[in-house]
């Protein structure tokens, strides 16, 4: 069998390489839902896939390869559920409101969500034990934090943030805050309507200037 065949083969007919790799992350996404990222094998990936341990090394070097590839899955996950959250707060949400739809979304409210945050959480304690990981977790609080700066400097301009206000070092806070209230909720400590609520009141406390 040539080279071309057995790819063809390993893809499957109208399946392409992405659509086929992308389904090895989910399975192992939901691998290491069910058992924490040791879990996270070639073996178990397979089970979980329903395919051979074979179809799950074509597509990945190593388990190292396999966990950033994951990991970049549930940052875009994290990404989506932002974006779907903005999505419902109509046409042109004011940029004050951005900043709030985005710093409620990090407490979940849902069994979903929470099982999200549980699975982001064990990836990040992961990410500390590889650079590269480490390097896309820094860049992606990075970019959301300027990404909020950026709204609140806007939302000053529009006269809804007090001109004392530094944007990012208020951008900084806030997401340090939401991420907090975030992880309360997730241990079961606090309630998410409750944690929304004090979130909101530090942010409109923020806003006007106060400490």
């Known amino acids: 069998m040539s ?3 057995e790819e063809a083969r390993v893809r499957g007919v109208g399946v392409t390489y992405e659509e086929r790799r992308g389904e090895l992350i989910e ?3 939901r ?3 069910q058992g924490g ?5 070639f073996r178990r990936v397979a089970t979980e896939a329903g395919v051979s341990l074979g179809r799950v090394q074509h597509y990945f070097t190593n ?4 966990l950033r590839a994951t990991y970049a899955h549930v940052q875009r996950l994290t990404r989506q559920r932002i974006e779907a959250d903005l999505a419902k707060a109509g046409v042109e949400p004011s940029s004050l409101l951005v900043v709030r739809i985005i710093l409620r979304s ?5 069994p979903s969500r929470l099982a999200h945050r549980r699975v982001a959480q064990m990836f990040d304690t992961a990410a500390l034990e590889d650079a590269a990981m480490v390097k896309e977790l820094r860049t992606g609080h990075t970019e959301l934090v300027d990404f909020l700066a950026l709204q609140l400097g806007k939302a000053r301009e529009e006269g809804d943030v007090a001109d004392g206000v530094d944007p990012a070092r208020a951008a900084t806070v806030l997401l340090a805050l939401a991420s907090g209230l975030g992880d309360l909720v997730l241990i079961g400590h606090t309630a998410a309507p409750y944690a929304q ?3 909101d009141e530090q942010l409109d406390r923020i806003v006007r200037g106060g400490s």
């Open 37 to 41: 990222v040791d879990a996270l094998t």
């Open 197 to 199: 609520d004090l979130l």
């Open 27 to 29: 399975a192992a996404l």
């Open 31 to 33: 691998t290491v839902e």
């Open 63 to 66: 388990r190292t390869d396999l």
């Open 106 to 110: 990090l407490v979940p409210t849902t």
């Open 3 to 5: 080279d071309g065949d």
